[in-house]
């Protein structure tokens, strides 16, 4: 049950977007920014590297909904999504983004953790500096994000299949003017 | 740069500000040779994105809320000085 009184029926973060939308707004404006991809980092990279930092935080729903927005990136490979998971080092990704996953972790585990090393290694394997910038700024906004969805105890569904039908949606339609909808709460 | 100052790990981050009122601090900070904190140029490196950021701090730093101005930032340097981050 929710510390505070939220709307019922919106998973996750949702419920706390509905409930102060103020501040929902440029959350959402800068998770499409983060999220979205770009040349050389695509969305399936974004997602996984958010996906990781959800799980080394234990958010079960950050980690659910942002790995099924990865899998529908990656045709629907959930498997790959739960390697990267249990052990994105021998997990069949490239080379970079193995590298920005070491520095996602890193950055999880406090800012002053990433090293040069981190940081070359990275570069050795083609990352540029817009790649290895938007890896730190995902983990550490994924940080947040995640104590702020288990910090008020928001209510979290199981069923993977949720997760499977919302991570379509948003990752064909992206987070901005996502509808929240009432979902039943069972 | 300020002889206190470290270069940053990114250069492609500090050599090129975008346009923005971070550019500009930091375009002012520079001339006099002061010591600047770096994350104006995480802010100036990519405006687009980090306006958000902005506009999500002012809005729960400032916006309407039962919490005085003083106490969030009470609440904001707490978390920092646990977290180690000076600035």
């Known amino acids: 049950m929710p510390h505070i009184a939220l709307p019922e029926g919106f998973p996750g973060i949702s419920a706390l977007m509905v409930y102060r939308p103020e501040t929902a707004q440029p959350l959402n404006q800068l998770a499409q920014g983060l999220l979205r991809g770009h040349d050389t980092l695509t969305a399936a990279d974004c997602e996984l590297i958010a996906t990781y930092v959800s799980s080394l935080n234990d958010c079960y729903y950050c980690q659910s909904i942002h790995g099924a927005i990865a899998a529908h990136h990656l045709n629907g490979d959930e498997q790959l999504v739960l390697d990267v998971k249990q052990n994105y080092e021998t997990s069949a990704i490239s080379d970079k983004l193995r590298a920005l996953l070491a520095i996602a972790r890193k950055v999880w585990e406090g800012g002053k953790n990433v090293t040069g090393d981190d940081i070359e290694r990275a570069r050795q394997h083609g990352a540029n500096d817009l790649d290895i910038h938007d890896t730190v700024l995902i983990a550490a906004a994924f940080c947040m994000y995640n104590r702020y969805v288990d910090g008020l105890a928001t209510w979290q569904p199981r069923d993977p299949e949720f997760y499977r039908w919302r991570g379509a949606v948003v990752g064909e339609e992206g987070y901005l003017n996502l509808k929240r909808e009432r979902i039943a709460n069972s | ?87």
């Open chain 2, 1 to 87: 740069m300020n002889s206190d100052m470290q270069p940053m790990y990114l250069p492609d981050v500090e050599n090129n500000p975008q346009p923005s009122f971070q550019a500009e601090t930091i375009r002012q900070l520079q001339a006099k040779g002061a010591e600047y904190p770096q994350i104006l140029h995480l802010f100036a490196y990519r405006p687009a994105m980090t306006a958000h950021l902005t506009r999500f701090t002012r809005e729960v730093m400032r916006g309407e809320s039962p919490l005085s101005e003083g106490f969030r930032e009470l609440i904001a340097a707490y978390t920092s000085a646990g977290n180690q981050c000076l600035f």
